[in-house]
């Protein structure tokens, strides 16, 4: 742990859920957030525009939850992070577990869209985390130093205007959250790596399963600077608790 202060940040991620009369209810019982953390949520591409007209005002900001590497061109369904920064995002997810497996995104294409978000003057929040089986064989550094290493070599400009989330995979939207301990020290090794390129200051979310029941022990580790939350985003009281543990 370092003496930085670091402001807690709770984002919620929609993934592909909703509706414009769902979010309609959902974004304005968040609205009035008036909370001491920082929340934002991340939805799906067809409705940042509600969410911008919606959030435009509150204590909330709001992000998508992919960007495309390339600035601009023949890239049928994808999306820049230029377009993006037109609907004023502040975030966007990069290296999401279920990108990394459902459409084989490397840890240098996930690099490379840290760098176009960067660039567009959105903050990343770049997920790593690792599978089951790669827990149980002892794996945990090894994985999360291979989909850290492209990313801390963008150099410390570029490290210093992103966000990292610790997800592992066996615990996203299966009700498993890691205990605390087990949290934390995944964080602390983040921590260090970041240390050791000259960004301590880096914000370091927690993801996986995350709900108002387990939000405040997990808080409470020197590492954890908030969450990334999935499933319990799309409830507003929950949210709501969550940020407020």
Same mark, same amino acid.
């Given at each position: 742990?370092?003496d930085f ?12 859920h909703g509706t ?5 209810a959902?974004?304005s019982?968040?609205g009035?957030?008036?909370g001491?953390?920082e929340l934002a ?6 409705y940042?525009?509600?969410a911008?007209?919606s959030?435009?005002?509150?204590a909330i900001s709001?992000g ?6 390339h ?6 369904g ?5 377009m993006?920064a037109?609907?004023?995002?502040r ?5 999401h ?14 690099a490379?869209k840290?760098?176009a978000a960067?660039?567009?003057g959105?903050t990343p929040?770049?997920?790593?985390g690792?599978?089951l089986? &790669?827990?149980? %064989?002892?794996?945990?550094q ?7 290493? $492209? /990313?801390?070599? +963008?150099g !410390?400009d ?8 610790y997800e592992?995979v066996?615990a996203?939207?299966t009700?498993q ?7 934390? &020290?995944?964080? %602390?090794?983040?921590?260090a ?7 301590? $200051? /880096?914000?370091? +979310?927690? !993801?996986?399963s995350?709900?108002?029941a387990?939000?405040?022990s997990?808080?409470?580790m ?7 939350v999935?499933?319990?985003?799309l409830?507003a009281?929950?949210?709501?608790r969550?940020?407020a543990?």
């Amino acid at each position: 742990m370092t003496d930085f202060i670091r402001k807690r940040l709770v984002i919620g991620n929609w993934k592909m859920h909703g509706t414009s009369v769902q979010n309609a209810a959902l974004l304005s019982s968040l609205g009035d957030y008036a909370g001491s953390a920082e929340l934002a949520v991340c939805v799906p591409f067809p409705y940042l525009a509600q969410a911008s007209q919606s959030l435009e005002g509150s204590a909330i900001s709001w992000g998508a939850q992919d960007v495309s590497a390339h600035a601009q061109g023949a890239y049928t369904g994808e999306v820049s992070a230029a377009m993006l920064a037109d609907f004023a995002c502040r975030w966007v997810l990069v290296g999401h577990s279920e990108r990394r497996a459902y459409h084989g995104e490397t840890d240098a294409l996930v690099a490379d869209k840290t760098q176009a978000a960067i660039g567009a003057g959105l903050t990343p929040v770049v997920c790593i985390g690792e599978t089951l089986a &790669e827990r149980e %064989a002892g794996r945990l550094q090894e994985v999360m130093l291979r989909q850290l290493d $492209q /990313v801390l070599a +963008l150099g !410390g400009d570029a490290l210093s205007r992103i966000v990292l989330a610790y997800e592992p995979v066996w615990a996203i939207g299966t009700g498993q959250s890691a205990t605390p301990e087990l949290a934390q &020290e995944a964080h %602390a090794f983040i921590r260090a790596q970041l240390e050791r390129a000259g960004q301590p $200051q /880096v914000r370091v +979310l927690y !993801g996986g399963s995350v709900n108002a029941a387990n939000a405040a022990s997990l808080f409470e580790m020197p590492d954890i600077d908030g969450a990334l939350v999935g499933g319990a985003s799309l409830q507003a009281q929950e949210f709501l608790r969550i940020a407020a543990s």
